[in-house]
């Protein structure tokens, strides 16, 4: 199967839309594309976003990716471009077991509820990303399907798709480190399996998990009834 990103730009650019949540509703597309970082958007892309009303787009990246890889984007008419410098997950954890628990860091992190409230308010569609779109985005993307009440399996499926958007850029990055776990950098079934129990063992539900960072009702309301089909 060919795997084939959103955006000419980007490898790994893709809809939480078309989803199925627990209560059998489907989630809306053009509201919320996780990505991974649009280096130099084309004008087809740019139009192409601006057609789908994603005009908001928040980088998770840290000041020094930031600076060592602009997102254009932020230098486009027509985009509000938030930077909201999450450093929790930029780095390779040690061991594969450790990766769940890096995504919880990246769940606490001191601007995951400014990445969130921003999520909430924006009046467009929102293009979230990282630097390839697997593990910052990974866990934003999994705490908004939490939020819809999407069933596990459709958030690991959702997650482990950039195993496949991202091969090309895999095989590269594990080509000049050598001595990286292989296992480490995959998006596979146990470091989200693993994520969401440590997630659930602690929040019980999202709902809980906006309240603990300091967000409300309303805003897990608003994130909710902009992507579920009701």
């Not at 995504?103 to 001191?110: E, P």
Request: negative net charge; contains cysteine; hydrophobic residues 40%.
């Amino acid at each position: 199967m060919k795997y084939k990103s959103l955006l000419a730009c980007t490898a790994n650019t893709r809809e939480l839309g078309g989803l199925r949540t627990a209560d059998g509703e489907i989630t809306r597309n053009c509201v919320f594309w996780r990505s991974d970082v649009p280096v130099s958007p084309s004008a087809e892309d740019i139009e192409k976003l601006l057609a789908n009303r994603i005009t908001t787009i928040i980088d998770m990246r840290t000041d020094s990716e930031v600076q060592r890889v602009p997102d254009l984007l932020s230098e486009t008419d027509g985009f509000e471009y938030h930077h909201f410098d999450i450093t929790e997950g930029s780095g390779v954890p040690e061991t594969l077991e450790a990766v769940p628990h890096s995504y919880m860091d990246i769940a606490l992190a001191k601007n995951m509820p400014d990445v969130m409230k921003t999520i909430a308010e924006s009046e467009n569609g929102v293009l979230f990303h990282c630097s390839a779109g697997k593990d910052r985005t990974g866990v934003a993307a999994a705490v908004i399907l939490m939020l819809c009440s999407a069933e596990r399996e459709v958030i690991v499926n959702d997650y482990i798709l950039s195993r496949e958007y991202n091969k090309e850029k895999l095989e590269a990055f594990l080509g000049a480190h050598p001595e990286i776990d292989r296992d480490i950098c995959l998006a596979n079934e146990k470091s989200m399996n693993g994520f969401i129990d440590l997630f659930t063992q602690r929040f019980g539900n999202a709902d809980n998990y906006f309240e603990y960072i300091g967000l409300t009702a309303e805003h897990a309301a608003m994130i909710r009834n902009r992507l579920v089909m009701r």
